[in-house]
């Protein structure tokens, strides 16, 4: 098999696990702390055999700027896995899933001030076309939507979600270079410490089949995710990866109607369309074509 496509296999797998995480979410039974805290741990104990086995637990790999720095993408992340996962419940899995989406727009933000990067017309085009899609979600309201406020609620968590989701991909950029399976480390052991005051401990599984819902989400949508997407991200060019992403809203779409019964309205459908077609330009970098005159004939030059 070519790199290019065990690359791809091991992307088409990472994303369609990413999918499947509502389900577990949803179906584990435990508030959102709870879940978030044993992700993190049964993701821990994963990761810990896998970077022992990939020789990354040396000393001298990590310096103390590059720690916090991993630290504070840790704490990012949790915060992005806590308001996407509260959100499910207020907006369906499929609509959260979808205003997440819109994560590449704040990083544009953040990579502007932090990073010193350039907006261009292209990139200022998907974004309000990215506003737009949202504008249509925010209207599009299913009629027996329960709760005055839980829609609008579940698309502020899963912008917010978005937001932090950005910020841990800014730490990232900081961290070029460093192992990334030890990053997930760090991420989702300070995820451990974070979340471990604030869990019911007296309200965990019952019977094996939660506890293997929450190991299932950390052993395989973190631990084997991480292991597959990094996999995937080393050995594919950058416009395939980004492409390839787009499998994780649909899969979650696929899945929120299959489990739940969930159909997305007309404008809902419209507005998810019109914003992952705009992340798909940010992401893939498509460019604008322009009418521009120039000596008394029409011509076209891309706005880029």
């Known amino acids: 098999m070519s790199e290019i496509r065990r690359g791809t296999v091991e992307m088409t797998a990472a994303m369609l696990i990413s999918g499947t995480i509502g389900w577990f979410v949803l179906m584990s039974g435990q508030a959102v702390t709870g879940v978030v805290f044993w992700r993190c741990f049964f993701g821990a104990l994963t990761l810990l055999v896998i970077c022992a086995a990939m020789g990354l637990l040396r000393p001298g790999i990590l310096n103390r700027k590059t720690f916090s720095i991993a630290v504070g993408g840790g704490i990012a992340i949790v915060l992005n896995w806590l308001l996407l996962f509260a959100a499910y419940s207020h907006a369906s899995i499929s609509i959260a899933t979808t205003v997440y989406n819109t994560q590449p727009f704040m990083l544009l933000g953040l990579g502007t001030l932090f990073l010193g990067e350039r907006i261009t017309l292209a990139k200022l085009f998907w974004l309000g076309l990215a506003f737009a899609g949202m504008a249509i979600i925010v209207e599009g309201k299913p009629a027996e939507a329960t709760g005055a406020g839980s829609y609008a609620a579940g698309i502020l968590l899963s912008l917010g979600a978005a937001f932090f989701y950005a910020l841990a991909a800014l730490a990232a950029k900081w961290l070029k270079g460093t192992p990334p399976h030890l990053i997930a480390l760090?991420?989702?052991?300070t995820g451990i410490l974070m979340l471990a005051?604030?869990?019911?401990?007296?309200?965990?599984?019952?019977?094996?089949?939660?506890?293997?819902?929450?190991m299932t989400m950390g052993v395989v949508h973190t631990g084997l995710m991480y292991v597959l997407l990094y996999g995937a991200i080393q050995k594919l060019p950058t416009h395939l990866t980004g492409a390839l992403s787009f499998i994780y809203p649909i899969a979650a779409i696929v899945v929120d109607r299959l489990a739940f019964g969930h159909v997305l309205g007309i404008a809902q459908i419209v507005g998810a369309v019109i914003i992952l077609a705009a992340a798909a330009g940010m992401n893939l970098g498509w460019t604008i074509a322009l009418p521009r005159h120039r000596n008394g004939q029409l011509s076209r030059e891309t706005a880029e």
């Not at 760090?186 to 052991?189: G, L």
């Not at 005051?197 to 939660?210: E, I, K, L, R």
């Open 186 to 189: 760090i991420q989702v052991s």
């Open 197 to 214: 005051p604030f869990t019911d401990f007296s309200a965990v599984p019952p019977d094996a089949g939660g506890w293997s819902i929450l």
